[in-house]
T-cell receptor
Framework: AQSVTQLGSHVSVSEGALVLLRCNYS??????LFWYVQYPNQGLQLLLK??????LVKGINGFEAEFKKSETSFHLTKPSAHMSDAAEYFC??????????FGSGTRLQVQP | NAGVTQTPKFQVLKTGQSMTLQCAQD?????MYWYRQDPGMGLRLIYY???????DKGEVPNGYNVSRLNKREFSLRLESAAPSQTSVYFC???????????FGPGTRLLVL
């Protein structure tokens, strides 16, 4: 069985500040891990994914995440926040049948 | 290449009414999924289809039925809608090569 915990349902940063969104997972098999972004009233868009290759994964819009097996973590970072980054972010783990198990989401607010 | 499409975008039902949510993908993917999204709970898997003619229950299948009509289309049916089924419904298809799920824009359902 898989599970995902996202720490912090709401995160607020200033424009230009570091973005750090936390994700911890539990998986009985080597996991595939994903970060998706959802803008208001839209579907989910893939930001980046880890599929057992490089542990530091770079995605779209300047985001990156590092897979740390020892910490069972896959935190999402961006060096400098932009107003357009305001959205909800979901961490997910792929398990049986390759269905995704999602965390509860983190809403990112970017202050001017 | 439209990706994953869903109809309708928004629907209001009365308790006890039935309806079918439609989903289609043009990416030639074998696997398709139905999720529901509720505030603070992320997305939860309702049903899954590994290929044409096969379906399997997910985490929250009660009150729903599905049909995988052909490789492109995967529909979700509510036989007797209940207020607890008020949610946003997302369809997704998975690329086996990319190990990535692609999501449709969602259907917002309100059951009164």
């Amino acid at each position: 069985a898989q599970s995902v915990t996202q720490l912090g349902s709401h995160v607020s940063v200033s424009e230009g500040a570091l973005v750090l969104l936390r994700c911890n997972y539990s998986s009985s098999v080597p996991p595939y891990l994903f970060w998706y972004v959802q803008y208001p009233n839209q579907g989910l868009q893939l930001l980046l994914k880890y599929t057992s290759a490089a542990t530091l994964v770079k995605g779209i819009n300047g985001f990156e995440a590092e897979f740390k097996k020892s910490e069972t973590s896959f935190h999402l970072t961006k060096p400098s926040a932009h107003m357009s980054d305001a959205a909800e972010y979901f961490c997910a783990v792929s398990g049986g049948r390759r269905a995704l198990t999602f965390g509860s989401g983190t809403r990112l607010q970017v202050q001017p | 290449n439209a990706g994953v499409t869903q109809t309708p975008k928004f629907q209001v039902l009365k308790t006890g009414q039935s309806m079918t949510l439609q989903c289609a993908q043009d990416m030639n993917h074998n696997s398709m999924y139905w999720y529901r999204q509720d505030p603070g709970m992320g997305l939860r898997l309702i049903y899954y289809s590994a290929s044409e003619g096969t379906t399997d229950k997910g985490e929250v299948p009660n009150g729903y039925n599905v049909s995988r009509l052909n490789k492109r289309e995967f529909s979700l049916r509510l036989e007797s809608a209940a207020p607890s089924q008020t949610s946003v419904y997302f369809c997704a298809s998975r690329s086996r090569v990319e190990e990535t799920q692609y999501f449709g824009p969602g259907t917002r359902l309100l059951v009164l």
